[in-house]
């Protein structure tokens, strides 16, 4: 089957800016969850969804990040007035079980945003 | 908190031989999970093995195995058999009780490559 999508797979934006990053996850996934990854860095979590609700967007670092889904499947993050320290690749994972320590998060291939 | 150590930011290795990647972890979770990944230039993260806190045996995928050391909190990875195909980065990483099993950790990656 599909694995996850995410769109546009490059996005190269201006300073302050708003752009969105969608995620399309694994069809019947009930779990979503996103992550940024900077350049020579490990992806670090940003939220978590579990159905339609934000589970723990504890890793949003500031509120011009905002993240939805609305219909407990596609998600889109949103980053409000860009700043180039903004620049990273943007992950998008899903999983079919929640609470569970083996519960594996299937990625997708990312949107690298570029803030000029 | 959750921390991942790798201290090898790149390793080389011939094809057809084995070798190890370091991992180092903290955490004060009593349940967690530790993850392996490995990344392409391609950017998708692909899942490789797990090996739960509580299990008694170390963990074997095919070509790979986890070697945990649970008092030394390590958990490095052995690829047997290197193929041209594994030059990747490669990323430890983990989750815990704290986080409801959701949110990962990860270290700050090894990139392996794989020589003729």
């Known amino acids: 089957g599909a694995g996850v999508s995410q769109t546009p797979s490059n996005k190269v934006t201006e300073k302050g800016k708003y752009v969105e990053l969608r995620c399309d996850p694994i069809?019947?996934?009930?779990?979503l969850y996103w992550y940024r990854q900077s350049l020579g860095q490990g992806p670090e979590f940003l939220i978590y969804?579990?159905?339609?609700?934000?589970?723990?967007d504890s890793g949003l670092p500031n509120d011009r990040f905002f993240a939805v889904r609305p219909e407990g499947s596609v998600s889109t993050l949103k980053i409000q007035r860009t700043e180039r320290g903004d620049s990273a690749v943007y992950l998008c994972?899903?999983?079919?079980?929640?609470?569970?320590?083996?519960?594996?998060?299937?990625f997708g291939p990312g949107t690298r945003l570029t803030v000029l | 908190a959750q921390k991942i150590t790798q201290t090898q930011p790149g390793m080389f290795v011939q094809e057809k031989e084995a070798v190890t990647l370091d991992c180092t972890y903290d955490?004060?979770?009593?349940?967690?999970?530790l993850f392996w990944y490995k990344q392409p230039s391609s950017g998708e993260m692909i899942f490789l093995i797990y090996?739960?806190?509580?299990?008694?045996q170390n963990a074997t995928e095919g070509r790979y195995s986890l070697n945990f050391q649970k008092a030394r909190k390590s958990a490095n990875l052995v690829i047997s058999a290197s193929q041209l195909g594994d030059s990747a980065m490669y990323f430890c990483?983990?989750?815990?009780?704290?986080?409801?099993?959701?949110?990962?950790?990860f270290g700050t990656g090894t990139k392996l490559q794989v020589i003729p």
């Open positions: 994972a899903s999983s079919q079980q929640t609470g569970l320590q083996n519960n594996e998060q299937f």
């Open positions: 955490t004060s979770d009593p349940s967690y999970g």
């Open positions: 990483a983990m989750r815990g009780a704290t986080g409801g099993y959701q949110k990962v950790t």
């Open positions: 069809s019947g996934h009930t779990a």
């Open positions: 969804f579990q159905g339609t609700g934000a589970a723990d």
């Open positions: 090996q739960g806190s509580y299990d008694q």
